[in-house]
């Protein structure tokens, strides 16, 4: 096999192993119905990779609106929010390990355009950190957008509260950027002895 060749082959191995992987979105279609109710055992809640996990056990912990409601931001299918004040709406990946958080969307819980502030915190291979999502005051969901790798995030449930809609993600194996440099590094190095 040439050189020309086999470096061919080694990009081809490189980007499958290594290449964008398919993004998912979670948008709580299976929830969808007339009326409002419990998601999954109430508690936990799995779709498309990711597993929704609320901070306090019950029945009804997570929940859903209808699509007859007004409170409903997706007014043809389904949100899903966290039914107990003070308490966390917990994100991982079905499974466990990191998966890469593009985007979500927000709206507050009836879906009145009121402004909120909602704590956002996540996991990611360095610790965990905090910060603030600021909801506008306009009816319907708002997109926030991420791109970054985490093990987890959490939405706090205050008042005036959130729903959640269209988690976009992208799962599996999420490459480390020194992993990248150092495999880069050595198809240089590859490169180059050969040219001597």
């Known amino acids: 096999m040439s050189f020309k060749s086999s470096t061919l082959a080694a990009i081809t191995v490189v980007a499958a192993l ?7 979105v979670v948008t709580f279609a299976p929830l969808t119905s007339a009326s409002q109710g419990p998601a999954g055992d ?27 409601q007004s409170f409903n931001a997706d007014p043809t299918g389904a949100t899903l929010f966290q039914n107990f004040p003070g308490q966390s709406l917990i994100v991982t990946q079905t499974g466990g390990g990191d998966f890469f958080l593009n985007s979500f969307d927000l709206a507050d819980a009836y879906n009145t355009g009121a402004a ?25 969901l708002q997109t926030f957008s991420f791109g970054m790798t ?25 490459p480390e950027p020194t992993s990248l440099a ?15």
């Open 182 to 196: 150092l495999l880069g590094l050595g198809l240089i190095a590859l490169r180059l002895g050969k040219r001597k």
């Open 42 to 68: 109430g508690t936990t809640y799995l779709e498309s990779g990711l597993t929704f996990t609320s901070s306090v056990v019950s029945s009804s912990a997570l929940y859903h609106w209808g699509t007859t």
């Open 116 to 140: 909120s502030v909602i704590l956002f915190t996540y996991t990611d291979g360095t610790g965990t950190y905090s910060s603030n999502l600021t909801l506008d005051s306009l009816i319907g």
């Open 150 to 174: 985490v093990s987890s995030f959490s939405l706090r449930q205050d008042s005036p509260y959130f729903q959640i809609d269209n988690v976009v993600f992208n799962g599996g194996h999420v």
């Open 18 to 24: 290594f290449g964008p992987a398919q993004a998912a």
